[in-house]
């Protein structure tokens, strides 16, 4: 009997003590009842040894936990009912925190969406590899014997452009020439038929080809009986021997989408871009490498191994390597944009910094304001702590307020974001060949926002929470809570917080401003060329099924044509245009006897393209049809190669040997190309003319530049942007319709495409730009924002903080504008020390990019003399945080003095 006693005292005693895991609020309302019950339930308790046991503490957890989850609801309720009551502050501090949050999520979801996010479709893509260069044919060959190093590989050449006939009607369309093992490679089988393999190694009379699911849909129909049927390409026949499965748009199918997959057996009859043998030259650089690299082996030891090999095969087919470092460089083969494993912590890092750095400024102000808002709550803590409430809940309560401005800016800041990304995602990119730039939100970037939203709830919640948890309880139980009068400090955190905001905000504004008015008139009045009334249109015909014979007989045809047109000016052929080069070239120059080696942006041009481009010819002559024929083998420097190389000396008549012509250039303004033409590096070409220095890019000083003749063989293989027609017209011309009713009265199966104007084309490359220097500006505007928020938040604190100080001037005779105008007067002095600073800065800033970067220099020049911009930035600054300091500035100047002098 007695050992029943104790171990019915030791349940009792054990329960009584998990009881104090209940809320305060519970156990003030039920834990006498508890106890009664518990001591009553001992005896049956004994009785149903084990069994009752258990149900007695499953009771106590289940109660334990509704007991939290009503005291959840509760504090839910009452802090939302709080911040309803106050709609100013809770609107400006959701709309704080929203911008940081959206800008976060836009960060993290343009990384996921370009070097984080898998290739759709690849297997184990953590495995490929792939080369940031591309590499030749008989290169990809002594690469694909290296078993110790890959499990398998593969080759393809992107972008591809093939014209499919439909119905009389070709239509242009991207895909790869790949390698057999292309698809076995990237794990990828066919979702119908079969995929390309060893058999399709040897060249068929009917070449066979895979298509993607998308264009078997949109094109053929969804034809269940599509395998075996054949298919027009580039005027041959080709057999469909398979559908890729649904989402795979080849292996990078943000730069090179894919919906067409011939394998390089098919040969020039098909693909034009293996004509000339192009599969035995070492130098002729196309084909884009993938490997699956075997188990244990590093990408750094692969690097080596591949760079040495590709330095021994030049070495030994005769064209060494002029390049003194790597040769090949390796890169994750099976993310949408492929970069290196050293490079992922920078494209990783420097994003997250800038997001912490966001959240940090808009979890600051919100907190400034919240502990400003705490004072407030002072006397109603301290009445709930006087009863007996304990601190830790109380701080979960106060939390609760961070976590819903949190949430509520979360909802609508991922909101935001998703439409922004929308919007990015849809943008047209000025590229002859299609760019998938798709950064649309997924499951990822939710994830992301929600522990982003928790984080600044936390973050924005605790100090406040804890701050107004510890009050002094006798003073903060009388009516005048906030007695206490501090020594204000001119340095507080607060102050430098807010001045560091202005000056930020002030310097984005200020920069920004001067880049991108001055951008604007550097592209009206410094572009090197004249772009109205120009009309560009390009044709491909080798893809429109045209044998070599007749594209040559073509072009001159078609031209002499649109020439005899009434209004046209001028007119000429062209592979490339300004801000889209043909590519890079390597060429040598003998000076004073020695052999210099330089590189150059390669313009094909014909003959009259720097009159009807508006390009002027400084010294010599520009090109006539004579040198399309090759003989000569003339050749056009800009002004700037010129001046590089022979300083003051003569340039007519020297001579530049080439020694590669296939140099691969790409960027996102604008200026990309892929020759893949073989060349002899033994062509010399004589100076007979001198251009003037033309833009490539927007944001780069014309650099060293030649221009090529275009010639028959240009005509016969033209690259995968096709062949332009440029044409300069009189004022007020529609010249896209006259040209193309020309084109379809040569040949109304011949397909036109890219048709715009040189103005509209600028436009799409400057819109890029613009992008970009607009991102920015609103990034400033953000920063603008959430400084006048810290500035309104440190205002108001001061303001509540000083009801005492307020209401004993009131009463010594002070008038209300008398106090409005002292805490006008130092939120003035934080915008005025911010301004300053941030002029400092921006004039420093400038002059630092200016030195740095040509661009800007260039941009500065034509817009530092305009002080609109200078005016207009402070004025923005100056009115918003005038504002902002204005709003809780009124509040001080009706302190009723009875109330704040009061106190027991």
């Given at each position: 009997m007695k050992t029943e006693?104790?171990?019915?005292?030791?349940?009792?005693?054990?329960?009584?003590?998990?009881?104090?895991?209940?809320?305060?609020?519970?156990?003030?309302?039920?834990?006498?009842?508890?106890?009664?019950?518990?001591?009553?339930?001992?005896?049956?308790?004994?009785r149903q040894s084990l069994f009752g046991l258990v149900l007695l503490f499953t009771d106590l957890a289940v109660q334990l936990a509704m007991a939290y989850l009503r005291e959840f609801i509760w504090d839910l309720r009452y802090e939302v009912r709080l911040l309803i009551r106050r709609p100013v502050f809770t609107l400006v501090a959701v709309t704080s925190m929203s911008l940081a949050i959206c800008a976060g999520s836009a960060f993290f979801s343009e990384l996921n969406g370009t070097i984080l996010r898998d290739v759709p479709g690849?297997?184990?893509?953590?495995?490929?590899?792939?080369?940031?260069?591309p590499i030749s044919y008989p290169a990809y060959r002594l690469f694909r014997d290296h078993k110790d190093l890959f499990s398998t590989t593969a080759a393809y050449v992107a972008p591809v452009p093939f014209g499919v006939g439909f119905n009389g009607n070709t239509e242009r369309t991207w895909g790869h020439i790949v390698t057999s093992d292309y698809f076995s490679t990237l794990g990828v089988t066919a979702e119908t038929g079969r995929v390309l393999d060893a058999r399709d190694e040897v060249k068929q009379g009917t070449p066979p080809i895979v298509v993607s699911d998308r264009f078997w849909k949109s094109n053929l129909g969804s034809d269940p009986d599509i395998i075996g049927k054949p298919i027009d390409i580039n005027g041959k026949l080709c057999t469909i021997v398979g559908v890729a499965p649904e989402g795979f748009q080849g292996a990078s199918p943000m730069m090179f989408v894919a919906d067409l997959w011939l394998p390089v057996s098919a040969g020039e009859a098909v693909a034009p871009e293996l004509a000339d043998n192009a599969l035995e030259h070492p130098e002729l650089t196309m084909f884009h490498f993938l490997g699956r690299r075997r188990q244990g082996v590093a990408p750094l030891l692969i690097e080596t191994a591949l760079d040495t090999m590709q330095r021994q095969m030049l070495s030994d087919s005769g064209h060494p390597a002029t390049e003194n470092g790597h040769l090949v460089w390796v890169a994750s083969g099976g993310k949408l944009i492929p970069i290196r494993e050293r490079d992922l912590g920078l494209f990783a890092f420097l994003p997250m910094v800038v997001i912490a750095l966001l959240l940090l400024i808009a979890c600051s102000n919100v907190v400034n304001m919240l502990l400003a808002r705490a004072l407030d709550r002072r006397r109603e803590v301290a009445v709930q702590l006087a009863m007996g409430a304990g601190r830790g809940r109380l701080i979960r309560q106060l939390i609760m307020e961070g976590l819903l401005i949190a949430s509520g800016a979360g909802a609508l800041g991922f909101a935001l974001a998703c439409w922004l990304m929308h919007l990015l995602s849809r943008l047209r990119l000025p590229h002859a060949m299609p760019v998938q730039f798709n950064?649309?939100?997924?499951?990822?970037?939710?994830?992301?926002?929600?522990?982003?939203?928790?984080?600044?709830?936390?973050?924005?919640?605790?100090?406040?929470?804890?701050?107004?948890?510890?009050?002094?309880?006798?003073?903060?139980?009388?009516?005048?809570?906030?007695?206490?009068?501090?020594?204000?400090?001119?340095?507080?955190?607060?102050?430098?917080?807010?001045?560091?905001?202005?000056?930020?905000?002030?310097?984005?504004?200020?920069?920004?401003?001067?880049?991108?008015?001055g951008m604007e008139r550097t592209m009206s009045s410094a572009v090197g060329f004249d772009a109205s009334n120009i009309q560009l249109i390009s044709v491909d015909p080798i893809r429109d099924g045209y044998s070599v014979p007749q594209a040559e007989e073509f072009y001159p045809k078609l031209l002499d044509h649109v020439r005899a047109?009434?209004?046209?000016?001028?007119?000429?052929?062209?592979?490339?245009?300004?801000?889209?080069?043909?590519?890079?070239?390597?060429?040598?120059?003998?000076?004073?006897?020695?052999?210099?080696?330089?590189?150059?942006?390669?313009?094909?041009?014909?003959?009259?393209?720097?009159?009807?481009?508006?390009?002027?010819?400084?010294?010599?002559?520009?090109?006539?049809?004579?040198?399309?024929?090759?003989?000569?083998?003339?050749?056009?420097?800009?002004?700037?190669?010129?001046?590089?190389?022979?300083?003051?000396?003569?340039?007519?008549?020297?001579?530049?040997?080439?020694?590669?012509?296939?140099?691969?250039?790409?960027?996102?303004?604008?200026?990309?190309?892929?020759?893949?033409?073989?060349?002899?590096?033994?062509?010399?070409?004589?100076v007979v003319g001198v251009a003037a220095d033309v833009l490539e890019t927007p944001v780069e000083q014309p650099g060293p530049a030649v221009y090529l003749p275009m010639t028959e063989d240009d005509y016969s293989k033209p690259p995968f942007q096709g062949i332009t027609l440029a044409v300069r017209t009189t004022p007020g011309l529609d010249a896209a319709t006259i040209v193309q009713a020309k084109f379809s009265a040569i040949d109304a199966n011949l397909t036109t495409f890219n048709a715009e104007t040189m103005e509209d084309w600028i436009g799409q490359v400057m819109f890029i730009v613009m992008i970009g220097l607009w991102s920015y500006g609103l990034m400033a505007a953000f920063g603008l924002v959430l400084a006048s928020v810290g500035l309104a938040g440190v205002t108001a604190y001061s303001v509540s903080s000083r009801v005492h100080e307020i209401g004993i001037r009131l009463a010594l005779g002070a008038r209300s504008k008398d106090i409005l105008r002292m805490i006008m007067a130092e939120g003035t002095t934080l915008i005025v020390v911010g301004a300053c600073i941030?002029?400092?800065?921006?004039?420093?800033?400038?002059?630092?990019?200016?030195?740095?970067?040509?661009?800007?220099?260039?941009?500065?020049?034509?817009?530092?003399?305009?002080?609109?911009?200078?005016?207009?930035?402070?004025?923005?600054?100056?009115?918003?945080?005038?504002?902002?300091?204005?709003l809780p500035a009124r509040r001080s100047a009706r302190v009723d003095p009875v109330v704040a002098l009061r106190q027991e």
């Open positions: 006693s104790r171990s019915s005292g030791f349940i009792v005693r054990l329960y009584r003590n998990l009881m104090g895991l209940f809320p305060h609020r519970f156990r003030c309302a039920f834990e006498h009842e508890m106890r009664q019950t518990t001591v009553e339930a001992a005896a049956w308790i004994q690849v297997a184990k893509a953590d495995e490929l590899i792939s080369l940031q260069q950064v649309e939100v997924d499951w990822r970037v939710l994830v992301f926002t929600i522990g982003l939203t928790a984080l600044a709830g936390l973050a924005i919640g605790l100090l406040p929470a804890i701050q107004a948890t510890s009050p002094e309880l006798v003073p903060a139980l009388k009516e005048g809570a906030n007695l206490r009068v501090r020594k204000r400090r001119a340095f507080s955190v607060r102050n430098l917080l807010v001045v560091s905001q202005m000056a930020g905000s002030l310097t984005l504004l200020l920069v920004t401003g001067y880049i991108v008015f047109l009434p209004g046209i000016v001028s007119a000429t052929w062209t592979e490339a245009i300004p801000m889209q080069p043909s590519g890079k070239m390597t060429f040598t120059t003998d000076i004073d006897g020695s052999k210099r080696v330089d590189q150059a942006t390669k313009y094909i041009v014909g003959s009259d393209y720097f009159q009807t481009m508006g390009i002027g010819i400084s010294r010599g002559r520009g090109f006539v049809k004579d040198d399309e024929k090759g003989t000569g083998r003339s050749i056009v420097v800009s002004e700037a190669l010129a001046q590089a190389i022979w300083k003051n000396d003569a340039p007519l008549g020297r001579r530049l040997s080439l020694l590669n012509r296939n140099e691969v250039a790409f960027g996102l303004m604008g200026g990309s190309a892929f020759d893949f033409r073989a060349t002899s590096p033994d062509q010399s070409y004589v941030g002029i400092t800065l921006a004039v420093l800033v400038m002059h630092i990019m200016a030195a740095s970067m040509d661009p800007v220099a260039q941009c500065i020049q034509h817009s530092q003399s305009d002080l609109r911009i200078a005016a207009g930035a402070l004025g923005i600054l100056v009115i918003v945080g005038m504002s902002a300091c204005y």
